[in-house]
């Protein structure tokens, strides 16, 4: 299985940005696609995705997200920072089955 | 807009079986997506366990072995999780999810909270 490493947590002043890693130990690209996803979750609300292919932006996501990256560095930003965005973090893979996800990067205000 | 709801019981006992219903609205299921379960352990880890797809393929994840079965009814446009022999590790929020090939997962049900217990 490919193996997704975030940090823990990531604490950031309002208006600030926030940059969030995600390292896998396989390259996920394939054909011109990085197969890397981004999601935001909130305490007691499902996953949201951001970004899809490392760095598109999803449906109705605010052009505050982006992502880029490609092989095995994966970065989600945010900037500036806003109130409503502390929430936990993941990245996932969808380039080899079984698809797997990060353990999350809390982010926190200042 | 596509919607997904989970439904099922909320505590089950060790050594039984797990089983789960997804209700699609907004879409058939059978008219593209694959249609997966991922569930979320206290602790936060996420854990892919296999889909469905639209042609009534499945796909599960390996650690999961033979306990795990995916079956639709078209019918009703739903889809269904059996896991089987379950632990008290197996307790965890489950969520019903579809995504377009390999893009993310677009569409999430809020989830359902089952507890192993005896």
């Known amino acids: 299985d490919i193996v997704l490493t975030q940090s823990p947590a990531l604490a950031v002043s309002l208006g600030q940005r926030a940059t969030i890693s995600c390292k896998t130990n396989q390259n996920v690209d394939y054909y011109g696609n990085s197969y890397m996803h981004w999601y935001q979750q909130k305490p007691g609300q499902q996953p949201k995705l951001l970004i899809y292919?490392?760095?598109n932006l999803a449906s109705g996501i605010p052009a505050r997200f982006s992502g880029r990256g490609s092989g095995t560095d994966f970065t989600l930003t945010i900037d500036p920072v806003e109130a409503d965005d502390t929430a936990t973090y993941y990245c996932q893979q969808s380039r080899n089955l079984p698809d797997t996800f990060g353990a999350g990067t809390k982010l926190e205000l200042k | 807009e596509i919607q997904l709801q989970e439904s099922g019981p909320g505590l089950v006992k060790p050594s039984q079986s797990l089983s789960l219903t997804c209700s699609v609205t907004g879409y058939t299921i059978t008219s593209g997506y694959d249609w997966s379960w991922i569930r979320k352990f206290p602790g936060n880890k996420m854990e892919w366990m296999g889909y469905?797809?639209?042609?009534?393929?499945?796909n599960y994840n390996p650690s999961l072995k033979s306990r795990i079965s995916i079956t639709r009814d078209t019918s009703k446009n739903q889809f269904f999780l059996q896991l089987n022999s379950v632990t008290t590790e197996d307790t965890a929020t489950y969520y019903c999810?579809?995504?377009?090939?390999?893009?993310?997962?677009?569409?999430w049900g809020q989830g359902t909270l089952v507890t192993v217990s005896s």
């Open positions: 999810a579809s995504r377009h090939g390999g893009y993310g997962f677009a569409y």
């Open positions: 292919l490392a760095s």
């Open positions: 469905i797809s639209n042609s009534g393929s499945t």
